[in-house]
């Protein structure tokens, strides 16, 4: 079918567009989603460290290093354990807490750092081991502020951890001095680098998280306003064509038959006068009464019938299959993505541009086969009728029937494409937001 041929091969340069963006969204959501994963592996990392170093130290020294020295638990033992006994609360109240909480002030830090490093200093002076709890003072350098102290405080461990580790204090020689000042002036050196780019990168990074997390909380906002406004629209459209079919069908249908059953009762009276009984004036004031009561009725309700009976893909297989039957021109009907439920205001804008197509089709297409297609694709609903008649030039379809279309689907907060030209069929396409009764998506039927 040529009018098939012709769909399938437009461009369509929107999707591509919105497939781009889609793309670069999530690249950059993937990206602020790793920085932010390395954010919360060094708060963990800060978090644990003073506890994973001290329980190792402790551990090795009482299990290993003091029953290896042959020494007994009393008196360096003792003292080992009160001053790790000390070291629990230290580090519990002026560490782990203050940074669960967010309450970690440069003051307390400045404090906590203070009496951390007096504690490893102690506890190396029984054992090298403890070396390994000295290097949390490392770690909570970084939380030092401004970044300076905490390059000082670097230095400060640097010094205590390798003062310690070569003795430096029992009588250094110039040798021993120089090799401890190169090392400690490469440590802090190195480590200091990394505090002085977390404390210019950090805080940006995480403003950037948090303002981040305000976009795109912002834009769920606007998304629920913006289907608000659409339903809004959607629902003040479809009272405003109530109200105008409503007043379409008062102003000619229902006073025609008012006038219909006037002239009628009066040429009952004047059978009557004349002892005669007209069986059929009796019968049409009958049937003109039956029509002005359905004329009421669709005042009431104007939504199509097939739609009160099923949903839109179904109605629309029922339309295309009776449709068919009628004119007597192949029709077929495919639903494709998953099924979703949809206001009700854009089944019947969907409904009747189908109806309204297929009218078309048989009033002026002279077509042999025809194709109806509904299409969910997630965030929109797609309808194209199609059909191998003989098409119109271009500029042509300014018809009453197409403009009702146009009007119809944008009121829903759609589109609506013609195309045609003589000899190559025509295919209408309607494209609308697939908006639930609800607002929200449920859970689909997958068309089998």
Not at 6 to 16: F, L, M, W
Not at 27 to 52: C, F, G, M, T, Y
């Amino acid at each position: 079918m040529m009018g098939d041929a012709g769909a399938g091969e437009r461009p369509s340069s929107g999707t591509h567009e919105s497939a781009i963006a889609e793309e670069a969204e999530t690249a950059n959501r993937s990206r602020l989603a790793w920085k932010q994963e390395q954010l919360r592996v060094w708060d963990l990392l800060q978090l644990i460290s003073p506890w994973l170093l001290l329980t190792i130290s402790a551990a090795v020294y009482f299990s290993w290093v003091l029953p290896a020295s042959g020494e007994r638990f009393w008196p360096a033992g003792a003292a080992v354990l009160g001053l790790v006994a000390v070291a629990v609360p230290w580090v519990l109240f002026g560490h782990t807490l203050p940074i669960k909480r967010r309450t970690l002030r440069p003051l307390r830090a400045g404090v906590f750092f203070v009496g951390l490093l007096a504690l490893c200093v102690t506890l190396m002076t029984y054992s090298e081991i403890f070396l390994v709890f000295t290097v949390a003072g490392f770690f909570h350098a970084y939380l030092l502020r401004p970044w300076p102290l905490g390059v000082l405080g670097v230095l400060a461990t640097s010094v205590a951890l390798n003062g310690s580790a070569m003795r430096v204090w029992a009588g250094p020689t110039p040798d021993m001095l120089a090799e401890f000042i190169l090392i400690v002036t490469v440590q802090t050196a190195a480590i200091g680098v990394g505090i002085l780019l977390t404390a210019r990168s950090e805080p940006e990074e995480r403003k950037r998280e948090e303002l981040v997390e305000r976009l795109e909380a912002a834009l769920h906002e606007n998304a629920g306003l913006h289907a608000q406004l659409v339903a809004q629209a959607r629902e003040s459209g479809a009272q405003d064509e109530r109200q105008r079919l409503a007043g379409e069908i008062h102003d000619t249908l229902a006073q025609g038959l008012a006038g219909i059953i006037t002239q009628l009762q009066a040429a009952e009276r004047s059978a009557s006068v004349r002892g005669e009984t007209d069986e059929h004036v009796v019968r049409a004031l009958r049937l003109a009464r039956s029509s002005l009561t359905e004329a009421r009725r669709s005042v009431q309700a104007l939504a199509p019938q097939e739609l009160g009976r099923a949903h839109l893909p179904d109605a629309l297989r029922t339309l295309t299959e009776r449709w068919s039957e009628d004119q007597g021109i192949t029709a077929h009907m495919e639903v494709t993505g998953t099924r979703e439920p949809l206001s009700p205001a854009i089944e019947v804008s969907l409904f009747r541009v189908a109806q309204e197509s297929l009218t078309n089709v048989a009033k002026h297409a002279e077509a042999t086969r025809v194709g109806v297609t509904l299409s969910y694709t997630g965030p929109e609903v797609l309808l194209d009728v199609r059909d191998d008649g003989r098409g119109f030039a271009k500029g042509a379809s300014t018809g009453f029937g197409l403009t009702s279309m146009r009007q119809r689907i944008r009121g829903v907060g759609g589109h609506i494409e013609v195309q045609s030209a003589p000899g190559e069929g025509t295919s209408v396409s309607a494209r609308v937001p697939a908006i639930t009764p609800a607002g929200t998506r449920a859970e689909g039927e997958t068309n089998r």
